[in-house]
């Protein structure tokens, strides 16, 4: 079982540090709101997958892969949330500019980061289909499927949660970069043209893309 969990492991890491929503919401809000908004956004990334992963040990998510109706209302939901995301941060560039550059690290606000993430994550259905799709084939045979599910979903949250407060806080301490006005806007500039353009992507493609 040991050689099953390290595969699992690996294949669970390499998904997780890839690019995507996750990573754009978590710069976003490491640019704006610091190292605390940066782990709010990650802790509602981990939230979201873990009820994702809920759902699929109790076989919600099953249905929710074999009903293509069902998916496509999240997706194009979770599609539109991104791009409201990346419009709203791009828009905010060109209104709030001169409190960005007077303000180097904004102090958090509320729960807007926690939010973020936890809806990124819950209004992805592709997730869904990940869990369903790919962690059978990864379960350790000596468990049972439902038990071993879980356990991959927790080896999941666990990855994902270091992955991204690491990312974060890596981000925040590369202040001095990224604190220099110019170069701040560039970076929310880009992030908020990932999310648009993820968002996009999402929309345009099916479960299999």
Not at 8 to 28: E, K, R, S, Y
Not at 64 to 74: F, G, I
Not at 148 to 160: C, E
């Amino acid at each position: 079982m040991g050689n099953e969990l390290l595969t699992a492991f690996l294949a669970l890491g390499l998904i997780t540090i890839l690019p995507g929503p996750d990573v754009a919401v978590v710069t976003h809000a490491a640019l704006t709101q610091g190292q605390t908004g940066a782990r709010r956004a990650a802790a509602g990334i981990t939230l979201g997958l873990t009820i994702w992963g809920v759902a699929t040990v109790g076989g919600l998510a099953a249905l929710l892969a074999e009903s293509a109706a069902a998916y496509s209302a999240v997706k194009l939901i979770g599609a539109g949330y991104l791009i409201f995301l990346g419009v709203r941060t791009l828009i905010q560039l060109r209104g709030d500019v001169h409190q960005a550059i007077a303000h180097a690290t904004p102090a958090p606000r509320g729960r807007g980061p926690f939010r973020r993430g936890l809806l990124t994550d819950l209004l992805n259905p592709k997730i869904a289909v990940f869990y369903v799709a790919v962690l059978p084939g990864l379960a350790p045979d000596a468990l049972a499927l439902s038990a071993g599910l879980a356990l991959l979903v927790a080896m999941h949250v666990v990855i994902t949660i270091s992955w991204l407060t690491f990312y974060g806080t890596f981000v925040v301490r590369a202040g001095d970069a990224f604190r220099r006005p110019e170069i701040r806007r560039r970076m929310e500039a880009l992030t908020g043209a990932v999310m648009v353009g993820l968002g996009i992507q999402i929309a345009l493609t099916g479960r299999n893309g």
